[in-house]
């Protein structure tokens, strides 16, 4: 089957600037979530869609990320405006259902804000 | 709340070593315990995982078992090889019926090259 599919691979922008990612999940996987991977450290849970609602967001900024996950498939991630810490690589990952142990991730965008 | 802590790289080992990577975890209830392993520019893939406590999770000659009394899931490889040069992570997710859905929690991760 066809894995995670994430684009751009690269995005450098300045900070204040506007930037979007693009992710499409394994087909019919139910579940879909964007992590941050700061370099040097471990993935970090933005935001977490069962189909096209969002179950958790705890810890995404919400004044500048924004997500959707329109008709449940693709999932698009913002940032606006862009912040020097939001350099990072983004992950998407996709599951089939509510709860499955050990799910597959996208090989990220790698994001540059300078 | 959930945490993993895993030891300090990185790690630098000579081909046919053996390979420890400690790692201990801090959870209510009992969660299932991930190895994921990252290439040189390729996204996270899954290694290996156990569900439950005593479990052993295996993949291409890696090995950790989970050990709820020490709250433990040491990955182990008894002859390393080049090609496994990568960071290595540790993570765990709360068990079905949690509220999580799934979320991993990761470990800082830890560095590891193999020379010829």
């Known amino acids: 089957e066809a894995g995670v599919a994430q684009s751009p691979r690269y995005k450098i922008i300045e900070k204040r600037q506007s930037v979007a990612f693009w992710c499409n999940p394994i087909?019919?996987?139910?579940?879909l979530y964007w992590y941050q991977q700061i370099l040097g450290q471990g993935p970090k849970l933005l935001i977490q869609?069962?189909?096209?609602?969002?179950?958790?967001d705890s810890q995404l900024p919400k004044d500048r990320f924004s997500a959707e996950r329109l008709k449940g498939v693709d999932s698009t991630l913002k940032i606006q405006p862009a912040k020097l810490e939001d350099s990072a690589v983004y992950l998407c990952?996709?599951?089939?259902?509510?709860?499955?142990?050990?799910?597959?991730f996208g090989s990220g965008t790698r994001l540059t804000v300078v | 709340g959930n945490s993993v802590t895993q030891m300090e790289g990185p790690v630098t080992l000579s081909e046919e070593a053996f390979l420890t990577i400690n790692c201990t975890y801090t959870?209510?209830?009992?969660?299932?315990l991930f190895w994921y392993v990252q290439y040189p520019g390729e996204g996270l893939q899954l290694l290996l995982k156990?569900?439950?406590?005593?479990d052993k999770g295996s993949n291409k000659g890696f090995e950790a078992t989970y050990r709820k009394e020490t709250t433990s899931f040491h990955l182990e490889k008894g002859s390393v090889q080049v090609s496994d040069s990568a960071v290595y992570f540790c993570?765990?997710?709360?068990?079905?019926?949690?509220?999580?859905?799934?979320?991993?929690?990761f470990g800082q991760g830890t560095i590891l090259t193999v020379h010829p």
């Open positions: 990952a996709s599951s089939p259902g509510r709860w499955n142990p050990g799910y597959t």
């Open positions: 087909s019919g996987h139910a579940t």
């Open positions: 869609f069962q189909n096209n609602g969002v179950v958790d």
């Open positions: 959870a209510t209830g009992y969660p299932s």
């Open positions: 156990a569900t439950k406590a005593d």
């Open positions: 993570a765990l997710s709360d068990q079905a019926g949690g509220t999580s859905y799934g979320k991993l929690t």
